[in-house]
C-alpha cells in the first residue's frame, strides 16, 4: 500500500493511495455460524472431541506472541484421543 503525506494543514496527514490498495476478496463473506459450524457439529463425537480440545488449546495460547509447541501438543492430543 502505497503512503503519501498531505502537508496542505501544515502538520502532516497519511493520505492513503488506493491506485495500489488491494480488493477485499469475495470469498466466503456471507458464511452464517451454521455454516462454519457444520463440519465440527456433524463429525463423529471422536473427532469432534479431538476438535474441541485443539480449539480450547489454541485459545489457551492466543495470550503469547509466539506460542511454543503447539504442534507437539496437538500431536498429543491426537494420540490421546485415538488410544
Known amino acids: ?5 498531505d502537508y496542505s494543514e501544515g502538520f502532516p496527514e497519511v ?3 488506493t491506485v ?3 480488493n477485499r476478496s469475495d ?3 456471507n458464511a452464517s455460524l451454521k455454516e462454519v459450524q ?3 457439529v456433524s ?6 472431541k479431538i476438535i474441541e480440545r485443539v480449539l480450547e488449546l489454541e ?3 492466543l ?11 496437538i500431536m498429543q492430543i491426537v494420540k490421546e484421543e485415538v488410544q
Not at 43 to 48: D, K, S, T
Open 27 to 29: 470469498y466466503n463473506q
Open 59 to 61: 485459545k489457551d495460547k
Open 15 to 17: 493520505v492513503i493511495s
Open 63 to 73: 495470550y503469547m506472541k509466539n506460542p511454543r509447541y503447539i504442534n507437539d501438543d
Open 38 to 40: 457444520e463440519p465440527i
Open 43 to 48: 463429525a463423529a463425537p471422536e473427532v469432534r
Open 1 to 5: 500500500m502505497e503512503r503519501t503525506f
Open 20 to 22: 495500489l490498495a488491494e
